[in-house]
């Protein structure tokens, strides 16, 4: 029984032993040996004529160089297994780039030598200027080959702030299964709104944002006939709907707080506005006014104005000129409407404050059948953009005498011409009826629009742009599909 235990005792040590050589012999040829085509000696590694950059080294090497490699690019990590690396060498490579973070890690690094590659000093590279004003290591003078703006700079020159990698995109975030032919938003109380008017249906639709499910419900609706405008104001807390409608007449709601519903309070003159296409609301001296824009034959554009009790009709501005659109814009701190007419050129009128009414100014020369008129303002800069469904649409800016062409877009089949402000970003989306909607982009630099994005909306005819928790959210209305929503997200491209 001793003699068996003995044995035993023999047999596991026999078995510890053996598990430990093993282990060793293990960990022994586990070591990383010099990859091939390279040469090692105690502290270095050359590489030479090699496609990529292997992933290990023994441990010893401190330096690492690459001659003549065949890679125009390296892949990320691939420095990871040698954290103890003094000298990184990757000059004359051809490398248009660098992998992010590359040396993330590697704080034992005492040079860089990246010189006589082709590095284009974009965003992608931004994260290396900012590791070379943050790291110890001492980086060699590097040309930039590219962009145009740094093109023959050293990138050891550059700052962080060099950069502007900050773009953004419009993201389908939420359709609407309901054609619209006007959008507008608006705040009421403590809460914001958007409202569709939906021409088939004969429907103001108002949404709101639910901040637990983050989408827009319904809120409530207003039932009319052939809707075409559905026009928030809100006077001394008072919220009011002006509803245009095309057959039975226009009419005025007001949001009734205690019964929690919108409420008819007043008919808009039938006599004067027989076919409404456009409404605008606007203060001046403190009063509230709106204006309707009439298309028909025998209509009145008709200026309205608040009296405490209703509205009642202030001023026609002239018969018979089937207007589409007006517009209410301040010209030289001075108000003034802009109407677009399919009749005539678009007529410029001008606030008299002495009879507290427009007069007419003076029209915009060779701009027949011009629809739409829509402003927007860059730094003092007044600009208007003007929409033809035949023909060019146009930007142009006022001088201080006259607005002025800046620039011409291609627009066949265009209703609207939106500029639209979002942050410290202008845009301007050119809708169409038989091709994609196309978003522009406002160039400081070269003081027009660049184009930007597309957009598939079926026949948009109005865009307008809602702030919610942070988010910005583009409201685009379809005559003959889906209304749209859509998410203005910023994008980081040094990210990427």
Same mark, same amino acid.
């Given at each position: 029984?001793?003699?068996?235990?003995?044995? @035993?005792?023999?047999? !596991?040590?026999?078995?510890?032993?053996?598990?430990i050589l093993?282990?060793?012999e293990s960990?022994?040829?586990k070591? /990383?040996r010099? $990859?091939?085509s390279?040469?090692c000696?105690?502290?270095?590694?050359?590489?030479?004529n090699?496609?990529?950059?292997?992933?290990?080294? /023994?441990?010893?090497v401190?330096?690492?160089?690459?001659?003549?490699?065949?890679f125009? #690019?390296?892949?990320?990590?691939?420095?990871?297994?040698?954290?103890?690396?003094?000298?990184?060498?990757?000059?004359?490579?051809?490398?248009?780039?660098?992998?992010?973070?590359?040396?993330?890690?590697?704080?034992?690094?005492?040079?860089?030598?990246?010189?006589?590659?082709?590095l284009?000093?974009?965003?992608?590279?931004?994260?290396?200027?900012?590791?070379?004003?943050?790291?110890?290591?001492?980086?060699? #003078?590097?040309?930039?080959?590219?962009?145009?703006?740094?093109q023959? +700079?050293?990138?050891?020159?550059?700052?962080?702030?060099?950069?502007?990698?900050?773009?953004?995109?419009?993201?389908?975030?939420? $359709?609407?299964?309901?054609?619209?032919i006007?959008?507008?938003?608006?705040?009421?109380g403590?809460?914001?709104f958007?409202?569709?008017?939906?021409?088939?249906?004969?429907?103001?639709?108002?949404?709101?944002?639910?901040?637990?499910?983050?989408?827009?419900r319904?809120?409530?609706?207003? #039932?009319?006939t052939?809707t075409?405008?559905c026009?928030?104001m809100?006077?001394?807390?008072q919220?009011?709907?002006f509803?245009?409608?095309?057959?039975?007449?226009?009419?005025?709601?007001?949001?009734d707080?205690?019964?929690?519903?919108?409420?008819?309070?007043q008919?808009?003159?039938i *006599?004067?506005?027989?076919?409404?296409?456009?409404?605008? !609301?606007?203060?001046?001296?403190?009063?509230?006014?709106?204006v309707?824009?009439?298309s028909?034959?025998?209509g009145?554009?008709t200026?309205? +104005?608040?009296?405490?009790?209703?509205f009642?009709?202030?001023?026609s501005?002239?018969?018979w000129y089937?207007?589409?659109?007006?517009?209410?814009?301040?010209?030289?701190?001075?108000p003034?409407?802009?109407?677009?007419?399919?009749?005539?050129? /678009?007529?410029?009128?001008?606030w008299?404050?002495? *009879?507290?009414q427009?007069?007419?100014r !003076?029209?915009?020369?060779?701009?027949?059948?011009?629809?739409?008129?829509?402003?927007?303002?860059?730094?003092s800069?007044l600009?208007i953009?003007?929409?033809r469904?035949?023909g060019?649409? +146009?930007?142009?800016?006022?001088?201080?005498?006259?607005?002025?062409e800046?620039?011409?877009?291609?627009?066949?089949?265009?209703?609207?011409?939106?500029p639209?402000?979002?942050?410290?970003?202008?845009?301007?989306?050119?809708?169409?009826?038989y091709? @994609?909607t196309?978003v522009? #982009?406002?160039?400081?630099k070269?003081?027009?629009?660049?184009?930007?994005?597309?957009?598939?909306i079926?026949a /948009?005819?109005?865009?307008s742009?809602?702030?919610?928790d942070?988010?910005?959210f583009l409201?685009?209305?379809?005559?003959?599909? +889906? !209304?749209?929503?859509?998410?203005h997200?910023?994008?980081?491209l040094?990210?990427?």
């Open positions: 029984m001793g003699y068996g235990n003995k044995t @035993l005792k023999e047999c !596991t040590v026999l078995l510890c032993v053996a598990t093993l282990l060793a960990r022994r040829v070591q /990383p010099c $990859p091939a390279c040469t000696t105690k502290d270095n590694a050359l590489c030479e090699i496609r990529s950059v292997p992933h290990s080294f /023994p441990p010893d401190f330096s690492l160089s690459f001659l003549k490699s065949g125009t #690019q390296i892949t990320g990590g691939s420095f990871l297994h040698s954290p103890a690396l003094h000298l990184l060498s990757l000059a004359y490579n051809n490398l248009g780039t660098l992998p992010k973070d590359v040396f993330k890690g590697m704080d034992a690094l005492v040079k860089v030598d990246l010189k006589g590659n082709n284009e000093c974009d965003c992608k590279l931004k994260w290396l200027v900012e590791w070379m004003h943050t790291t110890n290591a001492m980086v060699d #003078q590097i040309l930039c080959s590219g962009p145009p703006l740094f023959g +700079k050293l990138i050891n020159d550059l700052v962080p702030g060099s950069f502007d990698c900050i773009t953004a995109e419009f993201a389908s975030y939420q $359709p609407l299964m309901f054609e619209s006007s959008v507008e938003s608006f705040t009421f403590m809460d914001t958007v409202v569709f008017a939906q021409p088939f249906t004969g429907t103001c639709s108002f949404l709101e944002w639910d901040h637990v499910e983050t989408v827009f319904t809120y409530d609706s207003i #039932q009319s052939s075409v405008v026009k928030p809100v006077i001394d807390n919220l009011f709907i509803v245009a409608q095309l057959f039975g007449g226009s009419h005025i709601y007001k949001r707080i205690s019964a929690n519903k919108f409420i008819k309070i008919d808009i003159d *006599l004067k506005i027989r076919k409404p296409n456009d409404i605008e !609301t606007f203060l001046i001296d403190g009063e509230s006014f709106f309707i824009a009439d028909s034959k025998a009145y554009t200026v309205y +104005k608040w009296n405490g009790y209703g009642y009709s202030h001023q501005l002239h018969l089937r207007d589409t659109d007006v517009e209410y814009l301040e010209i030289s701190g001075k003034h409407l802009i109407l677009a007419s399919s009749s005539q050129r /678009p007529v410029i009128y001008q008299s404050k002495s *009879l507290k427009f007069d007419r !003076t029209d915009i020369p060779e701009m027949e059948d011009v629809y739409a008129v829509k402003h927007f303002k860059v730094k800069d600009f953009c003007l929409t469904f035949i060019d649409s +146009k930007v142009m800016r006022w001088d201080g005498a006259m607005f002025k800046v620039q011409t877009m291609p627009s066949r089949g265009s209703m609207v011409f939106q639209v402000s979002i942050g410290n970003w202008q845009y301007a989306i050119l809708g169409s009826d091709s @994609l196309q522009y #982009q406002w160039d400081l070269r003081g027009q629009f660049v184009h930007f994005q597309d957009l598939n079926q /948009p005819r109005a865009f742009v809602v702030s919610i942070n988010r910005e409201l685009a209305s379809s005559f003959r599909g +889906k !209304t749209q929503i859509y998410e997200i910023m994008i980081d040094s990210n990427n």
